[in-house]
């Protein structure tokens, strides 16, 4: 009787062995970094317990997939950064052929189109609070995507409902990061989809972490149907309320457990499952679905999560149960993508367009502050632009009209004046010799004042005029030299001539 469990005894070391051979021989092969964030102890709202528990499970499950983990459990803001750049320095270190992988669990806040993980201290009045007291996602994005690495894998367990009430106006969820708009080499993945809200869940874990620590272990599957498993499972798990999300712009195969290192990396777009996924159609879609059952339709669209394979099932099945949900979520969807576009175009076009489709959702309130901000930004160089055109476009007064026209500041929207071909004005006669200049040797005579009188007496006989002139001006002479020495000179230079 004792045999049979000794030989069972002996099949499961041999399991174990065998799989600790596996992880050996992936860890031989590639370099594997993680780093855990569990973000549990907030100290301005309650606490989440789950989020611990789901940082141990993971920290476990990656260490058995060969990975060295350094996990940082209730971090504030500054300690947040810091084990952020401590990890990217040892993933700088570690050479290009690394697999660095992030997991987050926590609270995560969708601020003016903006993604932000909460430290444990972050106690926000206002959601212009949100940039100084928390950690940008896009920050952790590209602190590791400067990096040459083989892959880097971010999971974000942290998309639970904003527990601040000074952040009414916030939308709801997070918004969506497209990794292929970054460096290549990227797979990130929400625990639910954009714009929506995660759950806690009923068991120590969240729904999403559950999923991930039960199908991440099995050997063989690549990450893209890991991700896709967690996806319908936790469907199930939530009757549909939360479905997990990811963007992939992987250039290399990766595997939890199974030998992904032996595989050659891949150029994007041959055999690539979320491109082929992503290229169909809704006519595609349409012709995938039609005659199935409605719930293995659902699943299928479920693990494809795109807006074709979505409006494809809402169209075909029409009275199914399942439709309601999954006319909410492609709603949703359609939504967050048109919120992805305006923000990142981010012009006054972009968030009036928006307005006009969505002008009743959760994020309209931060359309319009961005609206309003783009106006402002804009406002100055629209002034700049317009002041030459009203100038050139201004009316000419007819009576001031200059001989030859000024060049128009904008030739484009300047009036053209059009000539007759026998407007032709004369040609002027230029005078190029200098007026004479007369020499006038008799001093003007001046005026005299209103009340004398001034009796002119013809010259009495006597020397000729060359001996009077040489008399005038010596009497000048003496007159002037009065005239500066005593003030009386000028009486004596009027003398002569009146009385």
């Given at each position: 009787?004792?045999?049979p469990?000794?030989?069972?005894?002996?099949?499961a070391?041999s399991?174990?062995?065998?799989?600790?051979?596996?992880?050996?021989?992936d860890?031989?092969?590639?370099?594997?970094?993680?780093l855990?964030?569990g973000?549990?102890?907030?100290?301005?709202?309650?606490?989440?317990?789950n989020?611990?528990?789901?940082?141990?499970?993971?920290?476990?499950?990656?260490?058995?997939?060969?990975?060295?983990?350094?996990?940082?459990?209730?971090?504030?803001?500054?300690?947040?950064?810091?084990?952020?750049?401590?990890?990217?320095?040892?993933?700088?270190?570690?050479?290009?052929?690394?697999?660095?992988?992030?997991?987050?669990?926590?609270?995560?806040?969708?601020?003016?189109?903006?993604?932000?993980?909460?430290?444990?201290?972050?106690?926000?009045?206002?959601?212009?609070?949100?940039?100084?007291?928390?950690?940008?996602?896009?920050?952790?994005?590209?602190?590791?995507g400067?990096?040459?690495?083989?892959?880097?894998?971010?999971?974000?367990?942290?998309?639970?409902?904003?527990?601040?009430?000074?952040?009414?106006?916030?939308?709801?969820?997070?918004?969506?990061?497209?990794?292929?708009?970054?460096a290549?080499?990227?797979?990130?993945?929400?625990s639910?989809?954009?714009?929506?809200?995660?759950?806690?869940?009923?068991?120590?874990?969240?729904?999403?972490?559950?999923?991930?620590?039960?199908?991440?272990?099995?050997?063989?599957?690549?990450?893209?149907?890991?991700?896709?498993?967690?996806?319908?499972?936790?469907?199930?798990?939530?009757?549909?309320?939360?479905?997990?999300?990811?963007?992939?712009?992987?250039?290399?195969?990766?595997?939890?457990?199974g030998?992904?290192?032996?595989?050659?990396?891949?150029?994007?777009?041959?055999?690539?499952?979320?491109?082929?996924?992503?290229?169909?159609?809704?006519?595609?879609?349409?012709?995938e679905?039609?005659?199935?059952?409605?719930?293995?339709?659902?699943?299928?669209?479920?693990?494809?999560?795109?807006?074709?394979a979505?409006?494809?099932?809402?169209?075909?099945?029409?009275?199914?149960?399942?439709?309601?949900?999954?006319?909410?979520?492609?709603?949703?969807?359609?939504?967050?993508?048109?919120?992805?576009?305006?923000?990142?175009?981010?012009?006054?076009?972009?968030?009036e367009?928006y307005?006009?489709n969505?002008?009743?959702?959760?994020?309209?309130?931060?359309?319009?502050?961005?609206l309003?901000?783009v106006?402002?930004?804009?406002?100055?160089?629209a002034?700049?632009?317009?002041?030459?055109?009203?100038?050139?476009?201004?009316?000419?007064?007819?009576?001031?009209?200059?001989?030859?026209?000024?060049?128009?500041?904008?030739p484009?929207?300047?009036?053209?004046?059009?000539?007759?071909?026998?407007?032709?004005?004369p040609?002027?006669?230029?005078?190029?010799?200098?007026?004479?200049?007369?020499?006038?040797?008799?001093?003007?005579?001046?005026?005299?004042p209103?009340?004398?009188?001034?009796?002119e007496?013809?010259?009495?006989?006597?020397?000729?005029?060359?001996?009077?002139?040489?008399?005038?001006?010596?009497?000048?002479?003496?007159?002037?030299?009065?005239?500066?020495?005593?003030?009386?000179?000028?009486?004596?230079?009027?003398?002569?001539?009146r009385?």
């Amino acid at each position: 009787m004792r045999r049979p469990a000794l030989c069972n005894l002996l099949l499961a070391s041999s399991l174990l062995v065998l799989s600790q051979l596996l992880t050996l021989t992936d860890a031989s092969a590639e370099t594997r970094l993680a780093l855990v964030i569990g973000q549990s102890a907030y100290r301005a709202v309650p606490e989440l317990p789950n989020a611990a528990n789901d940082a141990k499970g993971m920290t476990e499950l990656l260490g058995n997939a060969g990975f060295s983990v350094t996990t940082a459990p209730n971090l504030a803001q500054n300690e947040m950064r810091q084990a952020i750049s401590d990890f990217a320095g040892k993933v700088s270190a570690s050479g290009a052929d690394t697999v660095a992988l992030v997991f987050y669990a926590g609270h995560g806040l969708q601020i003016d189109g903006e993604n932000y993980l909460v430290p444990v201290d972050l106690d926000p009045k206002r959601e212009a609070d949100i940039p100084l007291q928390g950690v940008r996602l896009n920050d952790l994005l590209n602190t590791l995507g400067a990096l040459p690495t083989r892959a880097r894998i971010f999971m974000l367990d942290a998309c639970r409902n904003n527990p601040f009430p000074a952040l009414s106006g916030a939308g709801h969820g997070l918004a969506i990061v497209d990794t292929k708009a970054g460096a290549p080499g990227s797979f990130i993945s929400y625990s639910t989809s954009p714009g929506a809200e995660a759950e806690d869940g009923s068991g120590i874990d969240s729904p999403y972490t559950t999923a991930a620590l039960t199908i991440a272990k099995q050997p063989n599957l690549a990450i893209e149907e890991v991700f896709k498993r967690i996806r319908v499972a936790v469907a199930q798990s939530t009757d549909g309320r939360q479905i997990p999300w990811e963007s992939s712009s992987l250039t290399a195969d990766f595997k939890f457990f199974g030998d992904s290192s032996a595989q050659q990396p891949s150029a994007p777009g041959a055999g690539s499952p979320a491109l082929a996924s992503a290229s169909r159609t809704v006519e595609d879609w349409r012709q995938e679905l039609r005659g199935k059952e409605p719930k293995v339709a659902y699943d299928l669209v479920i693990a494809d999560d795109t807006v074709p394979a979505y409006q494809a099932y809402v169209e075909l099945y029409a009275q199914a149960s399942y439709t309601p949900r999954l006319r909410t979520i492609l709603e949703r969807r359609r939504q967050m993508l048109a919120w992805e576009q305006a923000v990142a175009i981010n012009t006054r076009a972009s968030y009036e367009t928006y307005l006009t489709n969505w002008g009743s959702s959760d994020l309209a309130a931060t359309a319009r502050r961005m609206l309003l901000r783009v106006q402002n930004r804009n406002y100055g160089v629209a002034a700049a632009v317009a002041t030459p055109v009203a100038v050139a476009m201004a009316p000419t007064c007819p009576c001031s009209t200059p001989s030859t026209p000024a060049t128009p500041i904008n030739p484009t929207v300047a009036p053209i004046i059009k000539k007759r071909v026998d407007d032709t004005p004369p040609k002027r006669k230029v005078d190029d010799t200098p007026p004479k200049r007369k020499v006038v040797d008799t001093p003007p005579k001046r005026r005299p004042p209103p009340d004398e009188v001034v009796v002119e007496r013809a010259p009495p006989p006597g020397p000729p005029p060359s001996a009077i002139m040489q008399g005038i001006g010596i009497g000048v002479g003496i007159g002037l030299g009065m005239g500066m020495g005593g003030g009386r000179g000028g009486d004596n230079y009027h003398g002569d001539y009146r009385r």
